[in-house]
């Protein structure tokens, strides 16, 4: 190899580098580390996400989909293993700078909404901001924005409890969108929702992914939820097994 | 900080009773500081309104019966009073008098004599009015503060003439309205004083000012008003017939620097004329000294209410405590949806501080309305006009912030060190 081929390799690959979202070295994490009861839940898994991605990662419950779902969204540390976010690296970090991963790089949205009781939508959806110290008024234009992104701005003065389960994963989303993050974590997005909201939620990513760009990880026990997504990672007693497309991917 | 605030009104909002049932001990602690403290300003100041009045600064020199000490067979000193009163060789002469003001030079600012005559009463076709009759020195006049309206004030060297000044109340009162003031003077009328019917010509007219009168007038029973009747002192000596000396005088000070010593001084003065006097001695008292007295007194049941006051805080400051380590539990999930999206310890912690604040300030505001009000109504039934100490209002609050702070902080830090899994997880 010569020296320009080395160059251009080292710049193919930096480029490669920055297109990556995640990775993931050897993730391991053991639980009651050090105890009789020691429990290793993650046997070493190697994940590479690119941005733009839109990734299903299917699994049985005890397969270790939530914990490595945790240590993506940086509410968790791994044992053993390496955790690049948006090329920064994850690993060892302090409380404080896991806080502020979550709040730039990454946006929940839980199986049970999760969203802030006797508060707005509204208010709900500047959250994140709030903690991202943006301005009042930028974070009261841009909380408008996306919630008539989702299309539920007639609605940003009501409170969760007068939302029906669909609109408030809605307002859930337009909340995980707010500070733009590197990607969005969907947990069993449609686990609480009927199959017609199921549908309408699944769009709003699809459109999300396609017409957005937003690079997207959803995490389901459903194989026919997984099916539409472009690939497909299934996890199985902690390792990854099987990685292929979906076979009902679908474009909005 | 703003947003904390909004959201702690919000819950506590949401839980009006628990936060008012919280808020009860501070209020009762802040409300109990308050209310005795504004009783006490409101005391403390009507006594100061009253004795400055009355020259609180002056000195009273005065003749007291030596108490003779008697040995009995127990061995028990019992102290023995033989009440009576001085005689002419007893009282303090105008000699004394003349030495002490030139042992002490420019320290005697004043010495005010007066002669009682008792009290006396005019009654005519058109109208009645009741005096007390002083015979006073021209130095009298210096010191009290009397508004001449009319004529002129009577001098020592009217000592002997039947002249007095009487103030605008009397000559209405006396003469029914026929003679105004400014003609009274130069009137005449037939009074009884000192145990003898005589004419008194009317030398001048002051203005009869009810809030001088003080303390006094709270013992005038009727509405009729007995204003003071001043005479020469050489009328009211002999008048009463004697011309021995006094029985108590009162000093006005003049350039002293330490008044605890020219107190002292002026009676360790007036006392050593007295050491071969078996039954007379002689002390002085200032109203300063009664009223400093009295001030700390007042102090000390301030202090007592205050320390009872200061557990009810400090058990209310529990009570905020528990109250917080309780809604933390109730809000588990949202503090680990707060730390999903980004929401720092610092911020958690800052949230639940601010919440714990909130309650105490409300509380604590509350708690000074309560004092305030019950203070007022204390100081009204006792007589006082209220006053609410500023100073002990603003402490009340930071305090009660104080609290909120203390009591807050070890619930909001557990609330800040909340794994958000954990606490994401929680049902």
Same mark, same amino acid.
């Given at each position: 190899?010569?020296?320009?081929?080395?160059?251009?390799?080292?710049?193919?690959?930096?480029?490669d580098r920055s297109q990556?979202?995640?990775?993931?070295?050897?993730?391991?994490?053991?639980?009651?580390?050090?105890?009789?009861?020691?429990?290793?839940?993650?046997?070493?898994?190697d994940l590479t996400v690119k941005r733009g991605d839109f990734v299903a990662i299917v699994g049985e419950s005890g397969s270790g989909k939530s914990t490595l779902m945790n240590i993506i969204g940086a509410l968790d540390r791994p044992s053993a293993g390496r955790?690049?976010?948006?090329?920064?690296?994850?690993?060892?970090?302090?409380?404080?700078?896991?806080?502020?991963?979550?709040?730039?790089?990454?946006?929940?949205?839980?199986?049970?909404?999760?969203?802030?009781?006797?508060?707005?939508?509204?208010?709900?959806?500047?959250?994140?901001?709030?903690?991202?110290?943006?301005?009042?008024?930028?974070?009261?234009?841009?909380?408008?924005e996306l919630l008539s992104m989702v299309g539920m701005a007639d609605r940003a003065k009501h409170q969760p409890n007068e939302l029906s389960g669909g609109q408030k994963q809605r307002v859930a989303i337009a909340r995980a969108m707010a500070n733009d993050p590197a990607i969005l974590l969907a947990d069993e997005p449609t686990g609480a929702l009927d199959s017609a909201t199921s549908r309408t939620v699944m769009d709003i990513f699809h459109d999300l992914n396609r017409n957005h760009g937003k690079t997207i990880l959803l995490i389901t026990h459903s194989q026919a939820l997984a099916e539409e997504c472009p690939r497909i990672l299934t996890l199985m007693d902690g390792n990854i097994v099987d990685e292929r497309r979906g076979r009902e991917v679908r474009y909005v | 900080m703003f947003e904390n605030v909004r959201l702690a009104l919000g819950s506590l909002r949401a839980n009006k009773m628990r936060a008012l049932l919280t808020m009860l001990g501070i209020i009762i602690g802040i409300g109990s500081v308050i209310a005795i403290m504004t009783v006490g300003e409101s005391l403390t100041g009507s006594l100061n309104d009253s004795m400055s009045g009355l020259g609180a600064s002056n000195l009273t020199v005065s003749l007291t019966q030596k108490s003779s000490d008697d040995e009995s067979a127990g061995g028990a000193r019992v102290r023995m009073f033989a009440p009576s009163t001085p005689g002419a060789d007893d009282l303090m002469t105008d000699e004394m008098i003349a030495e002490y003001r030139a042992a002490f030079g420019s320290m005697v600012g004043a010495i005010e004599l007066t002669e009682s005559l008792g009290s006396g009463t005019v009654e005519s076709a058109a109208g009645s009015a009741t005096v007390t009759a002083t015979?006073? *020195?021209? #130095?009298?006049?210096?010191?009290? #503060?009397?508004?001449?309206?009319?004529?002129?004030?009577?001098?020592?060297?009217?000592?002997?003439?039947?002249?007095?000044?009487?103030?605008?109340?009397?000559?209405?009162?006396?003469?029914? $309205?026929?003679?105004?003031?400014? *003609?009274?003077?130069?009137?005449?009328?037939?009074?009884?004083? $000192?145990?003898?019917?005589?004419?008194?010509?009317?030398?001048?007219?002051?203005?009869y000012d009810e809030e001088e009168t003080g303390i006094v007038s709270l013992t005038a029973a009727s509405d009729e008003v007995i204003t003071t009747?001043?005479?020469?002192?050489?009328?009211?000596?002999?008048? *009463?017939?004697? %011309?021995?000396?006094?029985?108590?005088?009162?000093?006005?000070? $003049?350039?002293?620097? %330490?008044?605890?010593?020219?107190?002292?001084?002026?009676?360790?003065?007036?006392?050593?004329?007295?050491?071969? *006097?078996?039954?007379?001695?002689?002390?002085?008292?200032?109203?300063?000294?009664?009223?400093?007295?009295?001030?700390?007194?007042?102090?000390?049941?301030?202090?007592a209410i205050s320390a009872i006051a200061a557990i009810s805080l400090l058990v209310g400051g529990i009570g905020v405590m528990n109250i917080m380590l309780v809604s933390i539990t109730e809000r588990t999930r949202e503090i680990g949806i707060r730390k999903a999206l980004g929401a720092p310890g610092s911020a958690i912690r800052l949230q639940f501080i601010v919440e714990a604040v909130v309650i105490c300030l409300i509380g604590g505001l509350l708690g000074v309305a309560v004092g305030v009000g019950l203070g007022a109504v204390a100081a009204d039934l006792m007589g006082f006009p209220a006053r609410a100490s500023v100073e002990s209002i603003l402490l009340a609050v930071g305090f009660s912030m104080g609290i909120g702070l203390f009591f807050g902080y070890y619930p909001a830090n557990k609330a800040a060190k909340l794994d958000p899994i954990e606490a994401l997880r929680y049902e």
């Open positions: 190899m010569d020296r320009a081929q080395q160059i251009r390799s080292a710049a193919e690959s930096a480029f990556e979202v995640i990775r993931m070295e050897g993730i391991t994490k053991r639980y009651f580390e050090g105890k009789e009861n020691e429990l290793e839940v993650l046997h070493g898994i955790y690049w976010l948006d090329g920064l690296d994850v690993q060892d970090q302090p409380d404080r700078v896991m806080s502020e991963i979550r709040n730039k790089k990454i946006g929940f949205v839980f199986q049970t909404f999760n969203l802030i009781g006797r508060t707005t939508a509204l208010k709900n959806v500047e959250l994140p901001m709030l903690y991202g110290h943006v301005p009042q008024k930028e974070r009261t234009r841009r909380a408008m | 015979g006073v *020195n021209e #130095e009298y006049y210096l010191t009290e #503060e009397l508004e001449l309206l009319y004529g002129r004030l009577p001098a020592d060297s009217d000592g002997g003439r039947r002249v007095a000044l009487v103030s605008d109340q009397f000559v209405e009162d006396a003469f029914g $309205g026929t003679v105004s003031a400014v *003609n009274a003077v130069g009137q005449s009328f037939q009074m009884s004083v $000192g145990g003898s019917l005589s004419t008194w010509y009317i030398l001048g007219v002051y203005r009747m001043y005479v020469p002192l050489g009328t009211a000596k002999a008048v *009463n017939g004697s %011309d021995a000396g006094y029985q108590s005088f009162t000093v006005v000070g $003049g350039t002293v620097e %330490d008044q605890e010593l020219f107190i002292s001084e002026t009676e360790r003065f007036f006392a050593s004329y007295y050491t071969r *006097n078996d039954s007379y001695t002689v002390e002085t008292s200032s109203l300063s000294s009664l009223l400093e007295t009295m001030t700390e007194m007042l102090g000390t049941v301030q202090l």
